[in-house]
Every structure is written in structure tokens, then in C-alpha cells.
């Protein structure tokens, strides 16, 4: 019996441990709330982020990473980032964000003076239509002066009409429906949701490392873990009037918007053009008067002057995955010198 409550105190001490220490390097996450604009989303607290690069950041009471965000002063030219988990950046520390580069840059400019507020607004999964859907909110929340989106590819072949999302898009004749998913839930671990008892598991990370992984190896998607996965481009047509709706719609709901377009970067081929929806984003941004950024020539030229990705981080494959220190730093020095332009 001795020996039993001894097993049982080593694996106690042993989960004590290896929570503390998977918290401290892999994943800690401040769980979710149920926001009444933006859904099943973190809620305010430290999250840690080791999975791929590494981060300790912050996540504020509207779910953003970024610091609370106070009342506007009389000399503040707020400039409001919009994008994916790419932009959202948990893989980088807070500093290297693009956003926070972008401010410094700004804030730098001795000629001015305004003083440059920069918010990160990014969230994974979302994609245009959370952009369109949200304006309303963000304008009166946030009184932003210019935005900033931030699209790819698989804003359009992967995120647009996928139902497991929070906001999705339901084609109509020939336009579109913003939809809102209700049973949304942010978190792979939402299974844990529909037992109230055991909801308090989520907090932890072992709970949190050890289930996604299991889902993972049954291929079981749960929430926003249920991307389509490996999905074919298909038909460029099919997409053609929806980049078009997409881009007239930003144009309409943001007075002063640019679009950034983070290329899908072959590393294999660094020297293969640029993809359709690429190429249609490019073109309606041009037709409806949108400022349009594509980063493709300075991520290409980086890649080839340094020999160093702008994917991948030190605990990753280098050259897949989410854009690193690097990327981020190249997108800041470009939108620096668009705004001074602008300005």
C-alpha cells in the first residue's frame, strides 16, 4: 500500500512539473470567453507561445494581442492592423511584431507631429469577411485613421466559405452572405465545452499539448483546428468575384485602407510569379483605386541577399510555416515607407 501512494505522490510531482515546465516553453493559454462581437474568443490574460518560434505576450479584454487600448488623444494617428494568425505573430517575441516595429519606425520620424498608434487587430483564422463584418465595430471601438489588411492566398481557397469558421461566406446569385457561425469555439479543446465539470481542464497544458496532439493523430478537427487541410486550389474562376466582392467591400466599409499581400513563397522556386489570386487581388485593387503592397519582390530579395527564410523559426522547419523575425521586419520597413509617402 506503502508503495501505491508513493506511485501515486512521483506522478502527481511528475504532472506538477512537466505542467510548470510545458507552460514555461510550449503553450500557455489564458482560455476563452464568449465576446458578444467577436464570439469564442482568449480571454484577457499572459499567454506563452513555444510551439513554433517563441513568445510571451499579452492578451487584452477585447481578445487582440495587444496592450489595453485607451482613449484616443488629440495628436494620435491611429493606424489598425488587420490580419491571420501570420499577422497576429504569436511566433515572434513582441517586439519583432510588424506592428511594433512599424510604430517605432514611426514614431522615430522627428518631421512629424503626430503621434503613431499602431494596433494589432490580427487573429488566426480570420480572413476578409471577419474584416468587413467587424468594421462597424472597429470604427466606433477604435476610431482607427487608416487600416491595414493583410491578405494571402488562403484568405480566398481555404478560409472564405469554410463553415467551421466563425464568420463564413455563403454565395448568393452573384454576391455573397456574411454568415455567423454560433457554435463556433476558438479552441480545438472545445469538446471540453459540452461538460461543464470539466471546462477547468482546458487551463492546462499538458490537458491542452497532450489532447490536441491525440485529436491530431486521430484526425479529428475540432473548431478552428477544422481548416481544410491539404485542400486543392481549385478553379480560379470560382474565386474571381469573390476577391473582387472582397476588395470593393474593404474599400467601401474602410475610409482609408491599404491592402498587404503576403505572397505563398516556393522555396524550391524562388523565381515563379506571382499566383492568380495574387494577380486579381492586384488588379481590382488597381480598378477600385485601393492602395495595394505585395511583398513578394522584398521577401525574394531578402531570401536571396541574406540566404535566410522568411518562414520557419529555430524549433521549425526553416522555409514552412509562419512568417519569422525577418518577414516581419521587412513588412514594417515597407509600410514605414509607405506612410511617409502617404504623409
Not at 20 to 39: A, C, S, W, Y
Not at 74 to 97: M, T, W
Not at 198 to 223: E, R, T
Request: hydrophobic share 35%.
Amino acid at each position: 500500500m506503502k508503495i501505491f501512494f508513493k506511485i501515486i505522490i512521483a506522478l502527481i510531482l511528475a504532472l506538477i512539473s512537466w505542467e510548470v515546465l510545458l507552460g514555461l516553453t510550449i503553450v500557455k493559454l489564458p482560455g476563452t470567453v464568449n465576446h458578444p462581437v467577436f464570439g469564442n474568443t482568449y480571454k484577457q490574460g499572459l499567454l506563452i507561445w513555444g510551439k513554433e518560434g517563441y513568445s510571451i505576450t499579452y492578451i487584452n479584454s477585447l481578445g487582440l494581442r495587444e496592450k489595453e487600448i485607451a482613449s484616443k488623444k488629440d495628436n494620435e494617428f491611429r493606424i489598425l492592423s488587420l490580419g491571420d494568425s501570420y499577422a497576429e505573430g504569436f511566433q515572434v517575441p513582441d517586439n519583432k511584431l510588424l506592428t511594433a516595429q512599424l510604430n517605432s519606425l514611426l514614431n522615430k520620424d522627428k518631421s512629424s507631429d503626430k503621434y503613431f498608434n499602431v494596433i494589432n487587430a490580427a487573429k488566426s483564422g480570420y480572413s476578409p469577411s471577419y474584416y468587413i463584418h467587424f468594421s462597424d465595430f472597429y470604427k466606433k471601438a477604435l476610431a482607427q485613421d487608416y487600416t491595414i489588411a493583410i491578405i494571402m492566398d488562403s484568405d480566398f481557397y481555404r478560409d472564405s466559405f469554410d463553415k467551421n469558421q466563425y464568420i463564413y461566406l455563403s454565395q448568393k446569385d452573384n454576391s455573397y452572405n456574411i454568415n455567423v457561425n454560433k457554435d463556433f469555439k476558438s479552441n480545438k479543446l472545445a469538446i471540453f465545452d459540452k461538460y461543464k465539470g470539466f471546462q477547468f481542464l482546458k487551463n492546462y497544458s499538458i490537458v491542452n499539448i497532450g489532447a490536441k496532439n491525440l485529436l491530431h493523430m486521430l484526425n479529428i478537427n475540432i473548431g478552428q483546428g477544422g481548416k481544410p487541410k491539404n485542400k486543392k486550389k481549385t478553379d480560379i474562376k470560382k474565386y474571381d468575384p469573390l476577391i473582387e466582392w472582397s476588395i470593393l467591400n474593404l474599400k467601401n466599409k474602410y475610409e482609408n485602407i491599404v491592402i498587404l499581400y503576403l505572397p505563398e513563397i516556393d522555396y524550391d522556386t524562388l523565381e515563379k510569379g506571382k499566383s492568380d489570386y495574387e494577380s486579381l487581388t492586384e488588379s481590382y485593387c488597381k480598378q477600385y483605386n485601393v492602395s495595394f503592397i505585395n511583398m513578394r519582390n522584398d521577401f525574394i530579395s531578402y531570401i536571396k541577399q541574406s540566404k535566410q527564410p522568411v518562414h520557419g523559426f529555430f524549433n521549425t522547419k526553416p522555409g514552412e510555416g509562419h512568417i519569422n523575425v525577418h518577414a516581419h521586419g521587412l513588412i514594417a520597413k515597407r509600410l514605414h515607407k509607405y506612410f511617409n509617402e502617404k504623409f
